[in-house]
C-alpha cells in the first residue's frame, strides 16, 4: 500500500533516475567520476599512444564506431587523460553544436576549428600577442560579417588583462560567430564557396593560430573533432572520399570520428587507409557469440552483462525495478550503451505517468510503482512500431538475410548501409566481423511472423 506521501518520494526517485538518464556522453570530470564505468580501456591507451609515438606533429586519427556505443565519452576521457600529461593543448568540440547538420562540409569544418581553437585559447587565458591576436578576430569578422571593431580596441587597451581574468566580450564575440555558422546559412555558403576556392589560405590561417597557442602554452596542440559520425551518411561519404584531403593538411593531431557505415564502402575506405595509419574503431559490447546466440539455451557473457549493470545500477535506484526483468532490459540493448539508457528513459516516464495517475486519482491502495515485466513490454511495444514505420517488404527481407546469414549479400547496399547507420543491425567482432539485428528489430520480425 501507498501514502500521498510515499507516492511523491517515489516520484521524486524516477524523476531523478530520469536526470542521470540523458542520451547525452559523460564530457565533464564530474560527469564521469558519477557515472562513468571502465569500458574500453584499451582503446583509449591506443589512442593516447599514437598521439605520443606519431613521429611528426600532424597525425591524423580516424575514429569510429556504432552511433550510441560511448564513443564521445571515450574521446571526453582521452582529452582528460591528454590533459595531464601537461604537454598538450586538446581542443574537443561537437561539430553538431557547431554548424547545422544538413550543411556540414570540409570547409565549414576546418573554419569551425579555427573559432574553436581561439575560443579555447580565451577559455584557458592563452597569453597571445595583441597584434596577432587583433589579426586573428579581423580576419573571423571579416569572413563571418561580424562587427569586430570593439573588440580589436578591448584588445589593444587590455593586452594583460586577457591573461590575469580574460575578456568577455572576446568570448562573447567567439560566441556570436558560432551563432552565425549555426543559424545564418548565407555566411556559410559564402564561407564555403570562398574557401573552397582557396582551400589552402584557411589551412595556413588554422595553422598560424596552433603556431601561436603552441608558442604561446608550450603545449602541442591536439584536436578532437566529434559528432561526424551522426550526419547523414550521404554527407559524410562526400567529405572523405572527395574532400579528405584539406582535413588532413593542418599541421598539428586531429583526431575525426566517422560513422562505421561509411566506412563499408571499399574505396571510400581504401582511399583513408592510404592516408592516415590505422583507423581505430570501437566494437559494440558482445552478450553473445556469433557459435551462440541463436541457441535456445545460451549464456550470456557475464563480464557484459555485469558492465552494463553496472552502467544501470549508478543511474537505477535498485528498489524501482523488479530484478526478474533487469537482465532482459540489459540484453534488449544488444550490447549498444546508448540503447539501454533509451530504454530505461522510457521504462521511468511510463512508471512516473502510472505514479502521476494514481495521485491525480487518490488511488492508494495500489502496490509501489517499479519497473516489471509490464513496463518492459510496453517500453519495447513503442519502440518496435518506431522501428517499423520506415521499413518496406524488402527491408524485413534484408533484414531476414542478415539474420540468418549474419552478413550481408552486398556489403555497399545503400540501404543495408542506412540500416546499418540507424542501429537496425549491428556489427560484432570476434576474430572477423559478422552482422546481427537489433533486439528490438528481432522482437518485431518475430511479431510479423518473419523469424
Known amino acids: 500500500m501507498s501514502s500521498l506521501e510515499e507516492l511523491q518520494q517515489q516520484l521524486e526517485q524516477f524523476r531523478a533516475a530520469s ?34 609515438d606519431s613521429i611528426g606533429l600532424d597525425e591524423k586519427l580516424i575514429f569510429t564506431g556504432h552511433t550510441g556505443c560511448g564513443k564521445s565519452t571515450l574521446l571526453a576521457e582521452l582529452r582528460f587523460r591528454l590533459i595531464e600529461t601537461g604537454r598538450y593543448f586538446v581542443v574537443m568540440f561537437s561539430i553538431a553544436d557547431t554548424i547545422e547538420r544538413s550543411a556540414v562540409d570540409h570547409v565549414n569544418i576546418l573554419f569551425s576549428m579555427a573559432v574553436q581553437m581561439l575560443e579555447a585559447a580565451e577559455q584557458q587565458q592563452v597569453k597571445l600577442q595583441p597584434g596577432i591576436q587583433k589579426a586573428l578576430y579581423q580576419w573571423l569578422g571579416k569572413h563571418t560579417k561580424t562587427e569586430s571593431q570593439a573588440v580589436e580596441a578591448e584588445i589593444e587597451a587590455n ?21 552565425k555558422l549555426k543559424v545564418n546559412s548565407v555566411v556559410r555558403d559564402e564561407i564555403s564557396v570562398e574557401f573552397a576556392r582557396k582551400i589552402s589560405d584557411l589551412i595556413a590561417q588554422i595553422n598560424v593560430i596552433q603556431s601561436y597557442i603552441m608558442n604561446a602554452t608550450g603545449q602541442q596542440v591536439v584536436v578532437i573533432i566529434d559528432d561526424l559520425d551522426k550526419l547523414d551518411l550521404s554527407i559524410t561519404e562526400s567529405i572523405f572520399s572527395k574532400n579528405i584531403q584539406p582535413l588532413l593538411d593542418p599541421e598539428f593531431r586531429i583526431v575525426y570520428t566517422i560513422p562505421i557505415a561509411t566506412l563499408r564502402e571499399v574505396s571510400l575506405r581504401r582511399g ?86 494514481q495521485i491525480r486519482r487518490s488511488q492508494f491502495d495500489k502496490p509501489p510503482v517499479v519497473i516489471n515485466q509490464q513496463v518492459l513490454d510496453q517500453v519495447m511495444t513503442d519502440l518496435q512500431i518506431e ?35 540507424g542501429l537496425y543491425m549491428l556489427e560484432y567482432r570476434n576474430a572477423a566481423q559478422w552482422y546481427d539485428l537489433s533486439p528490438i528489430v528481432i522482437d518485431l520480425m518475430r511479431q510479423r511472423g518473419d523469424l
Do not use: W
Request: proline residues 4%; charged residues 30%.
Open 19 to 52: 536526470q542521470n538518464l540523458q542520451l547525452e556522453p559523460l564530457l565533464t570530470r564530474a560527469a564521469l567520476q558519477r557515472l562513468g564505468v571502465e569500458y574500453q580501456t584499451e582503446l583509449i591507451d591506443e589512442l593516447e599512444q599514437a598521439i605520443d
Open 159 to 179: 593586452a594583460q588583462a586577457a591573461v590575469k581574468a580574460g575578456i568577455p566580450l572576446l568570448l562573447e564575440f567567439l560566441a556570436a560567430i558560432k551563432s
Open 272 to 357: 583513408i587507409e592510404q592516408r592516415v595509419k590505422q583507423i581505430y574503431s570501437m566494437r559494440v559490447a558482445k552478450f553473445f557469440s556469433k557459435a551462440t546466440v541463436r541457441s535456445s539455451d545460451r549464456v550470456p557473457d557475464a563480464a557484459c552483462v555485469e558492465l552494463f549493470a553496472e552502467v544501470l545500477d549508478k543511474r537505477l535506484p535498485p528498489e524501482l525495478i523488479d530484478l526478474t526483468v533487469k537482465q532482459q532490459m540489459l540484453l534488449k540493448s544488444g550490447g549498444v550503451l546508448r540503447e539501454l539508457i533509451r530504454i530505461v528513459d522510457r521504462c521511468c516516464d511510463k512508471c512516473k505517468t502510472d505514479i502521476r495517475g
Open 387 to 421: 522501428y517499423a514505420e520506415p521499413l518496406g517488404r524488402n527491408d524485413y527481407k534484408l533484414l531476414k538475410f542478415i539474420y540468418d546469414e549474419f552478413e550481408p549479400e552486398d556489403a555497399e547496399n545503400q540501404r543495408f548501409l542506412d540500416l546499418l547507420h
